[in-house]
């Protein structure tokens, strides 16, 4: 990140809290970043143009670095951070030197299975929303009866709702984060949109494992990548069940069509890029198309295939065939028609349905 390169000429920064963890733990980075830098306010926005101050509770101040996140917080007194919610948080990792730094004794909190709480006072929101992140991202649990139930009048800024989700769906587990968000009343009280899901429920027979919101954080499992337009898609795909309506013989007809309506409102709500509201949008709308590609003719499905997003669109399939326990078999029966599009589409003496030019046009 150039930014940073640009402030180790004037003064020592860390990667700290869940970017630390993120490198002890060799996990795929969050779309944001962590550091701690050795100065003030003062010194940081000499050295940082554009600095911004976006008011979140976990950094002083902040700065987009290309699609990053960078958020920076000042370190206190005798070099040392200022005590983060839970033990294992409190590790720094310097880059320069490549070594990690455990200003508090905590060295112990990494190689425990349960989270330790700092002495710190933080309220009871912050605390639940950093503890969902380190079960999706880190093989820790939540001891019983260490975090409290949230209270429904605090305000949350969306940036602050953005990146907890963002760094909950981009860890190896964001089935653990989302139910720990869900028992204590975080969904409920701040994204509704989801909340509709759980209890919508659904055939036994294509979908035995469960409801809407089983059948989703399963889905979650089957995935080959932790990109993040995929795995909103994959959280999201089918919010829009709860609001369908039976008609022609589905019990959810047109439930593509509203939740792609109602995910691109929750996303423009925790301000995502535009980008990334219309790529999930589209993945939502179209998510059921792979397995019909093969009653259509190429001419009636060669521009869904032709858009770049279209390889996510089949993992994203795959991913919510597979959570149904159903198999794998129509995923790679649109992977094989897929395939030889793309073939067809490069070859100049063919049509993209396969057909030779010549004998059409020639003989």
Same mark, same amino acid.
């Given at each position: 990140?150039?930014?940073?390169?640009?402030?180790?000429?004037?003064?020592?920064? #860390?990667?700290?809290?869940? +970017?630390?963890?993120?490198?002890?733990?060799?996990? @795929? /980075?969050? &779309?944001?970043?962590? *550091?701690?830098?050795?100065?003030?306010?003062?010194?940081?926005?000499?050295?940082?143009?554009?600095?911004?101050?976006?008011?979140?509770?976990?950094?002083?101040?902040?700065?987009?670095?290309?699609?990053?996140?960078?958020?920076?917080?000042?370190?206190?007194?005798?070099?040392?951070?200022?005590?983060?919610?839970?033990?294992?948080?409190?590790?720094?990792?310097?880059?320069?030197?490549?070594?990690?730094?455990?200003? #508090?004794?905590?060295?112990? +909190?990494?190689?425990?299975?349960?989270?330790?709480? @700092? /002495?710190? &006072?933080?309220?009871? *929101?912050?605390?639940?929303?950093?503890?969902?992140?380190?079960?999706?991202?880190?093989?820790?649990?939540?001891?019983?009866?260490?975090?409290?139930?949230?209270?429904?009048?605090?305000?949350?800024?969306?940036?602050?709702?953005?990146?907890?989700?963002?760094?909950?769906?981009?860890?190896?587990?964001?089935?653990?984060?989302?139910?720990?968000?869900?028992?204590?009343?975080?969904?409920?009280?701040?994204?509704?949109?989801?909340?509709?899901?759980?209890?919508?429920?659904?055939?036994?027979?294509?979908?035995? /494992?469960?409801?809407?919101?089983?059948?989703?954080?399963?889905?979650?499992?089957?995935?080959?990548?932790?990109?993040?337009?995929?795995?909103?898609?994959?959280?999201?795909?089918?919010?829009?069940?709860?609001?369908?309506?039976?008609?022609?013989?589905?019990?959810?007809?047109?439930?593509?069509?509203?939740?792609?309506?109602?995910?691109?409102?929750?996303?423009?709500?925790?301000?995502?890029?535009?980008?990334?509201?219309?790529?999930?949008?589209?993945?939502?709308?179209?998510?059921?198309?792979?397995?019909?590609?093969?009653?259509?003719?190429?001419?009636?499905?060669?521009?869904?295939?032709?858009?770049?997003?279209?390889?996510?669109?089949?993992?994203?399939?795959?991913?919510?065939?597979?959570?149904?326990?159903?198999?794998?078999?129509?995923?790679?029966?649109?992977?094989?028609?897929?395939?030889?599009?793309?073939?067809?589409?490069?070859?100049?003496?063919?049509?993209?349905?396969?057909?030779?030019?010549?004998?059409?046009?020639?003989?």
């Amino acid at each position: 990140m150039d930014a940073l390169v640009d402030l180790r000429s004037a003064v020592p920064w #860390y990667y700290s809290s869940f +970017s630390a963890l993120d490198r002890y733990f060799r996990q @795929t /980075e969050q &779309p944001v970043a962590h *550091i701690a830098v050795e100065g003030d306010l003062v010194t940081l926005a000499k050295w940082i143009p554009n600095l911004e101050f976006p008011g979140v509770p976990f950094a002083d101040a902040a700065i987009w670095d290309g699609s990053t996140r960078v958020y920076f917080g000042c370190l206190e007194d005798e070099h040392k951070p200022r005590k983060q919610p839970f033990r294992l948080q409190n590790f720094l990792y310097d880059p320069v030197k490549d070594r990690y730094l455990d200003p #508090y004794d905590d060295y112990r +909190s990494l190689r425990s299975d349960l989270l330790e709480a @700092t /002495e710190a &006072p933080y309220d009871p *929101i912050r605390r639940l929303m950093d503890a969902a992140v380190v079960v999706s991202r880190y093989p820790h649990s939540v001891p019983a009866g260490s975090l409290e139930p949230v209270p429904r009048y605090l305000e949350l800024s969306p940036e602050t709702q953005r990146t907890l989700l963002s760094g909950i769906l981009t860890g190896a587990s964001p089935w653990k984060g989302l139910n720990l968000l869900r028992e204590y009343g975080f969904i409920d009280a701040y994204w509704p949109e989801l909340a509709g899901i759980y209890g919508t429920q659904q055939s036994k027979e294509h979908h035995p /494992e469960g409801d809407v919101w089983t059948h989703s954080l399963e889905a979650f499992r089957y995935r080959r990548s932790r990109d993040l337009v995929l795995t909103l898609a994959l959280l999201l795909h089918d919010s829009g069940k709860p609001q369908a309506t039976p008609a022609a013989g589905r019990k959810f007809d047109g439930h593509a069509e509203i939740g792609a309506t109602l995910a691109s409102r929750f996303l423009r709500r925790l301000e995502y890029g535009e980008s990334t509201v219309e790529d999930v949008r589209w993945l939502i709308h179209k998510h059921m198309f792979p397995g019909a590609l093969h009653l259509l003719p190429t001419f009636r499905t060669e521009r869904l295939m032709a858009d770049p997003l279209f390889p996510v669109l089949l993992e994203l399939y795959r991913c919510d065939l597979e959570s149904t326990y159903r198999g794998p078999t129509s995923y790679y029966r649109a992977c094989k028609i897929y395939r030889s599009y793309l073939k067809n589409s490069r070859n100049p003496y063919r049509t993209t349905e396969g057909k030779k030019l010549v004998r059409m046009y020639v003989d």
